[in-house]
């Protein structure tokens, strides 16, 4: 290809590009393109929708029908994240050398689970009995954390530490199971690597420069072409053939033979791979949900093979120490949403373990994965343990995975009991605790089992707050008459953002409900000392006041209000007023307030009401007119109209005489 010397680019035009699908749906509000991810397709087998997710997967797996693992090389953002992981090392110094890992159980593991829950979902949902198309149903940043730390942290464990210690692409050649599938790819596709004309003598530059530890030069030697399945076509062994031997290339030619790809020996012996596996479904069944399947798996890889050589060295070298300490700071700290902080922690968390890469003696360490890790058996006892506690762990969360299926299947069919008493004995273990408890806080409301969904909905807000949440939960306890149970919310809400003005108002507007006035005046009080400036608060006070039969004390409020948002305090004014009987002052309010809110039709209804109680029907006429030009179908001013006119024809009768 024409372009390969111009890969740097295109894998750095291929983050740019992944941001600006991101900031065009965040920030700039398209949402006609969603998630890209593969695991968008499996959606489409469970649920029946075609998202833009579906058609990218299908495209990929087409072109890699005939390149193979090309996109893996070309395309892949976390291949170009571990590239440019590597690049970094060796900006520093950090010459991580090539360790062929071989295992493919932590792939299949995964791979399995994602087949297991497409399979789970048809047993209790039913097989999807018809294709829709919504380009746009998963939201572009679909199952990425919204922590940078811990997007950070993902990148230091899944990239850096694993390249440290296996060689570049380490997460591609042992945890991703895209990569497993690519693999399979290219087994018939026929664009490979080929030799051109014969080899020359070299130093196999193309076997050493070889990011997936392709065995190169032997292939080319013995096939005339790369077959490993592991070749991701990046072209950088064609750049590092001192000869320009090789090429890419559809077509067979002389040099191609067949026979079998050359598979160098694992430096890991099988038992140390079932370790890292086990300890890989331990870590993903215990915090996966928390972290991610990523970075979960890659710690449970890295924490098998550390457990290994500690027990085989009977110490704990300086490095690992380091390693331990950095990655159990940042899950501590993973939940960190302040996105300037996060991402400082994180990139100190990445400059900290390069530092320690390039001055902590590993040589023993390195040592042992070209040496002994392939002789190396793991104790039998230990490994029966670990493979234990990985099985039951399992065997745990596919329980829970059956108890969500048939939760989610009683619940498309409106079987609220069945789905709360289900979700009452597992929404903690559900991968998104928080939406779950919040799904069962809605079932417990519309059951009328109010404490309880007030519980469910407090639970939600622990696990994951955000203002969005909090204001939806309290708009359906208000609106559902559950004044009690929104006291209680509202009153935790202050206790995590005291500085929230709106949910101390929330307090106060239930307590009013609560007809506790005495209180509701004192949490307003209280707020307007807290945030004098703020409208709301002396609004609400006002409107206390009012309720308390102390209207002077309220107008005042609401006056002081209006001085400081004239377009927010506006229509209390003129509710006040018209209610006080003060229908002239009312009218001047009640234009501003519509001036501020043209669009608001029950204003507008309101403004007339109060000039016809002033015997001013024909500008009511005018107001309720102007109105039902902008919605036809308001019959209340229909109805006011009709009354109005009818009160002028009277008039009228009377001055003639009638």
């Known amino acids: 290809m024409i372009w390969a010397k111009y890969r740097n680019w295109l894998l750095l035009l291929v983050y740019v590009l992944f941001f600006l699908h991101t900031a065009i749906w965040h920030y700039w509000g398209y949402e006609g393109v969603g998630h890209l991810g593969f695991g968008e397709f499996f959606g489409t087998l469970r649920n029946g929708v ?11 797996f087409v072109h890699a029908l005939f390149f193979g693992g090309l996109f893996c090389g070309w395309f892949c953002h976390w291949g170009i994240t571990q590239d440019l992981a590597a690049g970094i090392m ?73 390249i440290f210690l296996f060689g570049e692409r380490a997460f591609c050649r042992s945890i991703c199971t895209f990569r497993l599938w690519f693999s399979w790819f290219e087994k018939f596709a026929p664009h490979k690597v080929r030799q051109t004309r014969e080899c020359q003598s070299c130093s196999n530059e193309c076997t050493a420069s070889c990011p997936m530890g392709v065995q190169v030069a032997e292939e080319v030697r013995k096939l005339g072409h790369v077959k490993n399945q592991e070749c991701v076509k990046c072209h950088i062994c064609i750049g590092a053939c001192p000869h320009a031997v090789l090429k890419t290339s559809f077509r067979k030619n002389e040099f191609h033979q067949d026979g079998k790809q050359v598979v160098p020996t694992a430096v890991l012996s099988s038992s140390i791979s079932w370790l890292q596996a086990g300890m890989a479904v331990i870590v993903l069944v215990l915090f996966g949900f928390d972290l991610g399947g990523n970075i979960s798996l890659s710690l449970g890889f890295i924490t098998g093979f550390m457990l290994i050589h500690i027990w085989q060295s009977r110490r704990i070298s300086a490095i690992e120490k380091a390693i331990a300490v950095l990655i159990v700071t940042g899950m ?64 745990r969360e596919a329980h829970n995975s059956i108890l969500f299926h048939q939760a989610n299947a009683a619940k498309n069919s409106n079987d609220l009991k069945t789905f709360v008493s289900i979700m009452e004995s597992c929404a903690g273990a559900h991968m998104n605790p928080a939406n779950a408890y919040f799904d069962l806080g809605n079932a417990q409301l519309a059951l009328g089992m109010y404490e309880k969904a007030a519980d469910s909905f407090q639970k939600s807000l622990e696990l994951d707050f955000n203002d969005h949440a909090a204001d939806s939960i309290l708009e359906k306890l208000f609106v559902s008459g559950r ?26 507007n239930a307590l009013i409900q609560l007809r506790r006035l005495e209180d509701a005046q004192k949490t307003f009080a209280d707020a307007i000392v807290r945030f004098p400036q703020s409208h709301d608060a002396l609004i609400a006070l006002g409107e206390v006041k009012v309720s308390m039969g102390k209207a002077d004390e309220g107008l005042q409020h609401l006056e002081n209000a209006y001085e400081i948002s004239p377009a927010s305090a506006s229509f209390h004014l003129a509710d006040l007023y018209r209610r006080l009987d003060r229908r002239e002052e009312a009218e001047k309010y009640f234009a501003e307030a519509v001036a501020a809110d043209p669009e608001n039709l029950d204003l507008q209804i309101d403004q007339g009401r109060n000039l016809a109680e002033q015997q001013k029907f024909r500008p009511a006429i ?11 179908t308001l019959i209340d001013a229909r109805q006011l109209i009709e009354a109005a006119k009818y009160e002028l024809q009277k008039r009228r009768d009377a001055i003639l005489g009638k």
């Open 483 to 508: 004044f009690q149970e929104c006291l209680q919310i509202s009153e935790w809400l202050i206790t995590r953002s005291p500085d929230a003005l709106r949910f101390r108002i929330a307090v106060g």
């Open 50 to 60: 075609i998202t833009a997710g579906t058609i990218f997967t299908i495209l990929v």
């Open 332 to 395: 501590y700290f993973r939940n960190d949403l302040n996105d300037f902080r996060s991402l400082a922690k994180g990139l100190i968390a990445i400059a900290v373990f390069l530092l320690a890469a390039r001055n902590l003696g590993f040589n023993q360490g390195f040592e042992f994965i070209s040496g002994k890790a392939r002789e190396t058996k793991v104790p039998a006892i230990l490994l029966t343990l670990i493979l234990l506690l990985a099985l039951s762990l399992g065997a």
């Open 622 to 632: 005018k107001i309720w007119e102007s109105a039902l030009e902008k919605a036809p």
């Open 90 to 162: 060796r900006r520093f110094g950090i010459k991580p050398c090539m360790a062929q890992l071989n295992s493919k159980i932590i792939p299949w593991v995964w791979f399995l689970i994602i087949i297991a829950q497409v399979v789970l979902y048809w047993v209790f949902t039913g097989f999807p009995t018809e294709l829709s198309f919504n380009p746009s149903a998963t939201p572009v940043w679909s199952g990425v954390p919204r922590s940078i730390l811990l997007i950070c942290m993902t990148t230091l464990a899944s990239g850096f530490i694993l």
